[in-house]
């Protein structure tokens, strides 16, 4: 018994070493990845206390733990607000959509951009389409003002193409061209950034499984289907796990900076700033947040788990 004491701490204190000797040959990674885990430890744990709010009778001159606990309070105001059903159905529509639409595009357009053989095509491509990226969301929608408006490009077109008689619309004014107007914007924005990650798996496939195929008789189109996909298909569910817990989630920025008098479209996030911020209902804003993280952190889970299950069966 002794001995095999001794040899468990002999073989602990090895482990040990070897670790603190792995982290000191990597330790120039470890200082690249210090400053993204204190951007995450101050701006995503430090502010989790504040959760408590929801559970308050948040009052500013009281201050954050002076204020009298609640209960479930303003959980139950948040199912009674007005506004709150026409909220979580338009944010599900809109994040829905989003999924079916913005989801596959940048798989899709990873696989062309894959194909392409003239390398500097290739690489002038990617950048222009990455560029968007870059902008913030205020640029892309002060650009959509621009562009959609009375006397600005798209209705410039329209007139050259039907006529100079043909009625200029106001594009932004239309309550049924939000939602699609949501989607195009996304579209421009992200999907070319969006690409990296896929081309990275991509470039991972093993070009001897290509040679085989090749060799077979497969063309590119067969290759792509049989060797590519399959080999990128757990990045694609890494991201749709991402992308299903945030079905409850929307574009806040987007979807504020293209609201205007003649659209009335909100969601959970534009009810939780105009409650919150412009009311001053801090801790009914923060219930509603919280049950909006709390939904999202279920769909993860589940959506996680189901991944796993698929997997196992072999189905994927």
């Not at 204190?38 to 204020?67: C, E, Q, R």
């Not at 290509?210 to 067969?222: H, S």
């Not at 919150?276 to 889970?301: E, K, P, R």
């Amino acid at each position: 018994m002794a001995s095999d004491g001794k040899g468990s701490s002999l073989s602990s204190v090895k482990s040990g070493s070897w670790r603190w000797q792995q982290m000191k040959k990597d330790k120039y990674l470890y200082i690249l990845l210090a400053p993204a885990i204190l951007f995450v430890f101050v701006f995503v744990y430090m502010p989790l206390p504040g959760i408590m709010v929801a559970f308050k009778d948040y009052d500013v001159f009281k201050g954050f733990w002076g204020s009298d606990w609640v209960g479930l309070e303003h959980i139950r105001e948040v199912f009674e607000l007005p506004m709150i059903g026409d909220a979580v159905v338009q944010t599900l529509l809109i994040s829905t959509l989003t999924l079916l639409v913005c989801f596959p595009a940048p798989i899709l357009l990873a696989l062309l951009l894959n194909e392409l053989r003239l390398k500097l095509f290739k690489r002038v491509a990617q950048t222009l389409l990455y560029l968007p990226h870059f902008l913030s969301w205020i640029s892309v929608i002060g650009i959509a003002y621009a562009f959609y408006s009375i006397y600005g490009p798209l209705n410039d077109i329209r007139l050259w193409l039907f006529g100079a008689d043909t009625e200029r619309v106001m594009f932004l004014a239309n309550q049924n061209f939000f939602i699609p107007n949501v989607l195009l914007l996304s579209l421009w924005k992200e999907t070319g950034w969006s690409t990296v990650i896929f081309l990275a798996s991509i470039a991972a496939v093993d070009p001897q499984l290509y040679e085989a195929a090749y060799i077979d008789g497969a063309g590119r189109f067969k290759q792509t289907i049989h060797i590519t996909l399959p080999s990128i298909l757990p990045t694609v569910m890494i991201m749709l796990i991402f992308q299903l817990g945030n079905l409850f989630q929307s574009n806040f920025e987007l979807i504020y900076g293209l609201q205007n008098p003649f659209v009335n479209t909100e969601v959970i996030s534009t009810v939780i700033y105009k409650q919150g911020i412009q009311q001053g209902a801090y801790a009914l804003s923060t219930a509603l947040g919280f049950i909006q993280g709390l939904i999202a952190f279920i769909l993860t889970v589940a959506a996680n788990f189901l991944s796993k299950k698929l997997t196992s069966s072999g189905i994927w």
